[in-house]
Every structure is written in C-alpha cells, then in structure tokens.
C-alpha cells in the first residue's frame, strides 16, 4: 500500500508538473516536481520518527542515521 501511494504521488506530480511545464517552462517543472516529492517525503519521515518515539524508540539525527548505515 505504502509502495503504490508513493508511485500515485509521484505520478501525479509528474503530470502536474508536465503542464506546468508546458506553460511556464522546463525549469519551473523541475522545480514544482522537487518541491512536492520532498514534502511528501518529509511528511514521511516524521510519521515514522513519531511512530518510533512512540514505541518508546531512540531518535537520531540525519549525521547519526549516516553514520550507522555507513558502518553496517
């Protein structure tokens, strides 16, 4: 579920993006494209950190999360 809700969102920022892009340019596609893909990837990365916290879990910060998966 979580794997086709990312896919419809990716889509429809693509093709609100391609009018967009017809309309004001291929940079301003680029731009609106970037813009919605990191909000909602943002929107994600708190729901798990609060489902985290929640289940009584340690936060680590992004220098943290690099650190570890660089030595795993």
């Not at 993006?17 to 309309?23: E, K, Q, R």
């Not at 994600?44 to 910060?61: F, I, Q, T, Y």
């Amino acid at each position: 579920m979580k794997g086709v809700k990312n896919k419809m969102v990716v889509f429809l920022a693509v093709c609100v993006g391609g009018m967009i892009g017809a309309v004001k340019g291929e940079e301003a596609k680029q731009k609106y494209v970037f813009k919605v893909k990191s909000k909602f990837e943002n929107r994600r990365l708190m729901a798990e950190r609060k489902s985290l916290a929640r289940k009584g879990g340690v936060l680590l910060d992004d220098i943290e999360l690099a650190a570890y998966h660089n030595n795993k």
